[in-house]
C-alpha cells in the first residue's frame, strides 16, 4: 500500500525593515503575515516523505485548482491524505476513478460526511517535515529569484538534493 500525501508551502518573504526592532509581542504577527505571499509551491510526496510532483500557484489561488495536475498520475491501492482544502466532490472522484482512496477530512459546511481515518491521517506530518526540509535551503525559504520559473527549478533542485541524500548510502 502506498501514501501520497499533499502539501503547499508559502513562500517567506524579508518584510520590511525598519531603524528600531520590533516589540516582542509583534514577532509572531510579523511572522504570520510574511508568509502571506504571492507564491505557493504545491506538490505531493509518497509514504518517505519525498517529493514526487511539484507545481506552482498564485498565493491567493485556492489549492484546488493545481489538483488535477498533481494528482493525475496515481496508482491503485494508494491513499491520499490531503487536508481541508481539497475536500471537493471533483477532487475526490478524480481520485477515486484511478482507483485510488482519498483520505480527506470533510469540511464542516459538508451534509454528507465521506469516510475518515484519523489513525491514516497523522502520517500527513510527513509533508510539513518536507514543507520544513525545503525551508533549509536558504534561496527558497527567503527566495531570491524573481520569476516563477526559477524558483520552481530551485525548489525542483532542492527536492532532487533530498531525493540524493535519502538514498546515497544505499548502493
Known amino acids: 500500500m502506498k501514501i501520497l500525501s499533499t502539501f503547499r508551502r508559502r513562500r517567506g518573504g524579508t518584510g520590511a525593515t525598519s531603524a528600531r526592532p520590533w516589540p516582542r509581542n509583534q514577532r509572531k ?3 504570520a503575515t510574511a508568509l502571506r505571499a504571492p507564491i505557493s509551491a ?3 510526496v ?3 516523505g519525498l517529493p514526487i510532483r511539484l ?13 488535477d495536475k498533481l494528482l493525475d498520475h496515481l496508482g491503485p491501492r494508494t491513499i491520499v491524505l490531503a487536508d481541508k482544502a481539497y475536500d471537493a466532490d471533483r477532487i475526490r472522484s478524480l481520485i477515486e476513478e484511478q482507483g485510488a482512496t482519498p483520505n480527506i477530512p470533510a469540511k464542516s459546511n459538508r451534509k454528507w460526511k465521506p469516510c475518515f481515518s484519523k489513525r491514516l491521517y497523522r502520517k500527513r506530518n510527513l509533508i510539513e517535515c518536507f514543507s520544513s526540509k525545503l525551508k533549509h535551503f536558504r534561496r527558497i525559504a527567503i527566495r531570491y529569484d524573481k520569476r516563477a520559473e526559477n524558483f520552481l ?6 527536492s532532487m538534493r533530498l531525493w540524493l541524500r535519502a538514498y546515497e548510502s544505499t548502493a
Not at 507545481?55 to 489538483?67: F, K, N, R, S
Request: glycine share 14%; hydrophobic share 45%.
Open 55 to 67: 507545481g506552482l500557484t498564485a498565493g491567493q489561488a485556492h489549492d484546488g485548482q493545481i489538483a
Open 29 to 31: 504577527t510579523a511572522f
Open 153 to 158: 527549478a530551485m525548489v525542483q533542485l532542492a
Open 42 to 44: 504545491n506538490g505531493t
Open 46 to 48: 509518497d509514504a518517505q
